[in-house]
């Protein structure tokens, strides 16, 4: 068969637009739904044409993730294709993670063949006529911006095209849609305008003028002003400019649950993860893309605290209850907003006002004081007989290189384990869908070859991640990363939430254990059966080396997991 004179199929296109669109990789994990896609494929390979690369991940929720850590990195969505229902299924806690944490992906799955017989890709097996839904969208569409069903060969490029920029606008987020296989595999005429030129996309939006004067009037007003973070720094200009903005102005930043690096654990305006006083004493609370700036059942901002919240869709308002106070919401980019309020503060005040200094000042003394208070800790943690969370942390510091990324699925704090590059840190997003940490690391490093992948799992985490997919990936595809298991044999924050709720109550007389313990299994083996090294920790003075050791496996090409025994 000559490729070249083949009858064009519907699959072909969807490829073609894919690259026109620069998508690096389609993610997939296939089923009878993709013959015309297989076919397809084979003949770009054939043809030299222009295709993303496909790589199989042999679980669903794998390749979703991966796509997220990817597009983390790279700014640019990739597609991911699954087999149907139950395909899809299996992808659904990762596209809840994308999808609260904003991240742009084309999501499709096949649908089962719609016709019994006749045409060509009509059904052909038993599992055919099962696996139709009556609104197979219907089971993820609350976590997407669009849904859509192909219905025709010839318009695929028109409905990729939409749902692409879909996607990316803002707020960016994932879109699906579904490839009947029929409709895959129609013959249709070769186009005669492709590649087509994409259409032009909106800017994500800019604070007005009049929003930023009064922010900056309220600012420079303030004398005990707090900046609380939360996505800021998934671009890490919006890093730079925060730092700058802090360090001119004497404004505290506590990023709160980060999902990024915001300011460096090292910086004097950086004031911990947690606001304690600042929260209540504060006059002014600007927020920066913070879906939960503070826990209001905990602590709360003054009555006469003036709040602001700033973000790309401040209101979040695909969430169903969320009634932080406002006095001053703004919709706008983060580097349009910080951009714009930077010269306006500098209009109303020098950065050297006696009054700012002594500020700068006694922010200074606090971060001192609570650095005092963290390495105080690490000491403890050091002559301890157990590893605890702090000494884990701090011990990552020795093998953080200056490229390191970091992939949190646990507790990473730069209390114990200062960073100072923007850019340097991904956070399981804000819904919290475990697993993710995994293959997002592998997503991450994919996109960032040369660099140092670290990610920090908890065990519950790292048994959500289908780790033996996970560690395959690793192998197959060469992207060796360092996995750091915090292995406590338990559901810490299942024991946590038991003991919050009912502090005397009776599942409390078993350490409210009941329901949350794990079995301490030899993780290091997993990864050792995929090629990898392996290390299994359980004593704090051993932990430095063992790192180490493993870090030195990872930049020989080895994965590596330490499989750290914790208290
Ligand atoms: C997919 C998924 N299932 C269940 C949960 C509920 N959950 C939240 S934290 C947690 C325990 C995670 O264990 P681990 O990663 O070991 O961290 P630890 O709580 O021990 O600190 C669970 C089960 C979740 N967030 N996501």
Redesign the pocket.
């Known amino acids: 068969m000559d490729a070249q004179t083949l009858p064009r199929i519907a699959a072909e296109d969807f490829l073609d637009v894919l690259a026109a669109h620069g998508i690096d990789h389609l993610f997939v994990n296939p089923g009878t739904d993709f013959a015309p896609i297989v076919e397809a494929f084979a003949r770009a390979g054939r043809t030299n044409r222009p295709a993303p690369r496909p790589m199989v991940v042999p679980h669903e929720h794998a390749a979703v993730a991966m796509a997220h850590g990817y597009t983390l990195v790279t700014g640019r969505p990739q597609a991911v294709m699954l087999h149907v229902n139950v395909g899809l299924a299996n992808s659904i806690?990762a596209l809840i993670d994308a999808s609260r944490d904003r991240v742009p992906l084309l999501l499709t799955s096949g649908r089962t063949p719609i016709t019994e017989e006749g045409p060509h890709g009509a059904r052909s097996v038993h599992i055919h006529w099962a696996q139709e839904m009556f609104d197979q969208a219907g089971m993820l569409r609350e976590f997407v911006k669009w849904d859509y069903e192909m219905r025709r060969g010839d318009q695929i490029a028109e409905v990729v095209d939409r749902a692409l920029e879909l996607a990316q606008a803002s707020p960016t987020g994932p879109v699906y849609l579904a490839l009947p296989r029929e409709v895959l595999g129609e013959e249709i005429e070769t186009r005669a305008n492709a590649p087509r030129k994409p259409r032009a996309r909106p800017e994500p939006p800019r604070a007005a003028t009049d929003d930023i004067e009064r922010a900056a009037e309220w600012i420079t007003a303030a004398r005990h002003p707090l900046i609380i973070t939360g996505q800021l720094g998934r671009n890490p200009s919006e890093a730079v400019l925060l730092t700058r903005l802090a360090e001119s102005f004497a404004l505290p930043v506590v990023p709160f649950n980060p999902s990024h690096f915001a300011i460096s654990g090292a910086h004097p305006m950086f004031q911990g993860g947690e606001p304690g006083s600042l929260l209540t004493e504060a006059d002014l609370i600007l927020v920066l893309e913070s879906d939960v700036p503070w826990i209001p059942s905990l602590a709360n901002p003054a009555a006469d605290a003036r709040i602001i919240q700033v973000g790309e869709d401040p209101l979040y308002q695909r969430y169903p209850m969320r009634s932080f106070r406002s006095d001053l919401t703004i919709t706008s980019s983060l580097m349009a907003f910080l951009n714009a309020l930077e010269p306006a503060l500098a209009e109303r005040t020098a950065p050297h006002t006696t009054e700012l200094d002594a500020r700068r000042n006694r922010l200074a003394a606090r971060s001192s004081h609570l650095r005092f208070g963290w390495a105080t800790e690490i000491e403890a943690a050091r002559r301890a007989e157990t590893i605890n969370l702090a000494w884990l942390i701090h011990c990552l510091h020795a093998i953080i290189e200056p490229d390191t990324l970091v992939v949190n699925?646990?507790?990473f704090r730069q209390e114990y384990c200062p960073l100072d590059r923007p850019g340097s840190l991904f956070s399981v997003g804000p819904?919290?869908?475990?697993?993710w940490g995994f293959p997002a690391a592998l997503g991450i490093k994919l996109a960032s070859p040369q660099k140092q992948v670290v990610a920090l799992?908890?065990?519950?985490?790292?048994?959500?991640a289908n780790p033996t997919a996970c560690h395959f990936i690793a192998e197959s595809q060469e992207l060796p990363t360092l996995t750091v298991?915090?292995?406590?044999?338990?559901?810490?924050?299942?024991?946590?939430a038991t003991l919050d709720m009912y502090p005397t109550g009776v599942a409390a007389q078993a350490d409210g254990r009941l329901l949350?313990e794990?079995p301490s299994l030899a993780f290091e083996r997993i990864v050792e059966a995929h090629g990898g090294h392996g290390e299994r920790v359980d004593h704090p003075a051993a932990l430095p080396a063992a790192l180490q050791r493993a870090a030195a496996a990872v930049r020989g090409g080895q994965q590596a997991l330490v499989n750290v025994i914790c208290n």
């Open positions: 806690n699925e646990y507790s819904a919290g869908g475990l697993g799992l908890g065990d519950g985490a790292y048994m959500f298991i915090y292995n406590n044999a338990l559901y810490g924050a299942v024991r946590r949350a794990l």
